[in-house]
């Protein structure tokens, strides 16, 4: 005859509450959208550049920076992140005349792995 004891019953509950369990998903921060898209072509240069990933960032650390053609750094160093939605950051620029513009960022994710990236657009007045 088989007998229970009460330590494999607890151990099995316990393997099957783990198991059946949701677990939380534990992802790096990943682009979704920007604003301008990337390899996009506008008529009219943008006054801010806008950055949005699929989940919340964490708000110490980010980076968000423009870099004209020429290497030299075209945003206002002024990144921030949206009060209302954590998954937003953005910058402010100068005024950009036609060219190719380089936008690198750095956020650090809810699991706490750092995020970069980077892409162009294209300013291109009709």
Excluded at 61 to 66: E, I
Excluded at 99 to 113: M, N
């Amino acid at each position: 005859m088989y007998q229970l004891n009460i330590t494999t019953i607890i151990k099995s509950a316990l393997l099957m509450t783990a198991l059946l369990s949701p677990m939380p998903a534990l992802a790096h921060a990943i682009l979704v959208k920007s604003q301008p898209a990337k390899d996009e072509i506008v008529t009219q240069a943008p006054k801010q550049i806008d950055l949005w990933f699929n989940d919340a960032v964490r708000s110490e650390y980010k980076a968000l920076a423009v870099i004209d053609s020429t290497g030299k750094r075209v945003d206002n160093h002024d990144v921030e992140q949206t009060l209302t939605d954590g998954s937003h950051i953005h910058a402010t620029v100068a005024d950009l005349p036609a060219g190719t513009y380089t936008v690198r960022y750095r956020v650090v994710s809810e699991d706490t792995h750092i995020v970069t990236g980077k892409f162009e657009f294209t300013v291109k007045p009709q």
